[in-house]
């Protein structure tokens, strides 16, 4: 298996999925507590079957959203740190990649929510909805490109 290849696999799946599943429980659980502001009565139960059900249900669209943007993020994110390290002539710091990758998870997010709504005149993301909502979605694109960084670094020091 190519390099290329391995970086996908071992690097960008593992933090998309770390950003669809954390903005897809920061959506179910700003809509829950929405509902549960009017008086609607929720069991514990009620939470975690809205929670795995939205998991199911928003994958094969916002998942593949996040995924569309995550990958351009992270690919502007890449060529940034090689003209930084061109610059400097030196490679950068984890701590430099943790800030840049994470930064660009975390735009990634705004950009794709705040986009859905001029293009569709609706925000699809009902947990995106109010500044706490869409402050808990970008960060996890935050968390995305966190885990990318991480998992990036690793498989480059192989």
């Not at 430099?96 to 293009?119: E, K």
Request: hydrophobic share 55%; with cysteine.
């Amino acid at each position: 298996m190519n390099k290329a290849i391995r970086h996908i696999l071992f690097s960008f799946i593992p933090a998309w999925a770390v950003g669809f599943l954390l903005a897809s429980i920061f959506h179910s659980i700003a809509v829950l507590i929405n509902l549960s502001l009017i008086h609607v009565k929720l069991q514990l139960s009620d939470w975690w079957f809205m929670i795995s059900q939205d998991l199911v249900g928003l994958l094969p669209t916002y998942g593949l959203i996040i995924g569309f943007s995550l990958f351009l993020a992270f690919m502007i994110a890449h060529k940034v740190t090689r003209r930084v390290e061109k610059h400097l002539e030196r490679r950068t710091t984890v701590s430099t990649r943790l800030l840049l990758f994470g930064a660009a998870g975390g735009l990634s997010f705004l950009i794709m929510l705040l986009a859905m709504q001029p293009i569709l005149n609706v925000t699809l993301i009902a947990g995106a909805r109010s500044v706490a909502g869409l402050c808990a979605q970008c960060l996890a694109g935050v968390a995305a490109g966190t885990v990318y960084t991480y998992l990036s670094n690793k498989f480059a020091l192989k």
